[in-house]
């Protein structure tokens, strides 16, 4: 199945590395994939000082109206960081470790989202709009989504757009479960401090580790830059 992408984030420096996994089985742990995880928690205990600049530069990414970075609202790659760190690294399923894998070792927030529960082909990413909200735990708790960077499913009949995930916490809507068979992802990543070559490599190595979490899993990635609406 095809998915479009529609970046219209008002900011040159958004770049946005998706990927599209279908075919998976969650309860699938790819080959190989505790021990290059391990590697990586044993990474993160020091940030080298390019990852620090990158850790600085997607906050400044989010850092848009009134939308500010900080304390609870601070980006999902910074979460599992301190996890990390305290060795508490949460392990889900399949294609949700993959993706925080993929976040701590770039240092870069990761969405991941059912696609059937999203029902929806087309997916359009904006800042979130004075109101916006979403419930994002089965807890009720809400975050505000005002000048938040968000991703949202593009309704089929009217066209309207639902937010669903964002770089620090994503809808509960649209969250993973074990009947999980078709996933998208979003890498968020400032121009600043990750090339679109460098994203490009980001995504292909998201895909392939995707790509184990089932016998006959399909994937695909693109890089999508400001302004570019992008199918794959």
């Known amino acids: 199945m095809k998915v479009q992408i529609e970046h219209i984030i008002p900011r040159r420096d958004a770049l946005l590395g998706l990927v599209r996994a279908e075919g998976l089985t969650v309860a699938i742990e790819p080959a190989g994939f505790s021990e290059a995880l391990q ?104 975050i505000a989504l005002t000048d938040l960077i968000i991703g949202c499913r593009v309704d089929p009949e009217t066209g309207t757009d639902v937010p669903i995930v964002n770089p620090v916490k994503d809808s509960l809507a649209t969250k993973t479960d074990e009947t999980t068979t078709r996933v998208m992802a979003c890498v968020y990543a400032p121009a600043s401090a990750v090339s679109a070559e460098t994203l490009a490599n980001i995504c292909q190595d998201f895909a392939v580790w995707l790509g184990r979490c089932g016998a006959h899993v399909e994937t695909a990635w693109a890089v999508v830059q400001p302004e570019q609406t992008s199918i794959l």
């Open 39 to 142: 590697q990586v928690l044993v990474a993160r205990q020091d940030l080298p000082p390019e990852l620090e600049t990158r850790r600085q530069a997607v906050r400044d990414l989010l850092r848009n109206g009134r939308y500010k970075p900080t304390g609870r609202a601070k980006p999902a790659s910074e979460y599992l960081l301190r996890e990390a760190q305290a060795g508490r690294f949460p392990r889900i399923n399949g294609p949700v470790d993959v993706a925080n894998y993929i976040s701590l070792q770039h240092m870069l927030p990761v969405s991941l989202w059912d696609l059937d529960r999203a029902g929806s082909t087309c997916f359009r990413f904006r800042l979130g709009r004075e109101g916006e909200a979403y419930v994002f735990n089965t807890a009720g708790q809400q």
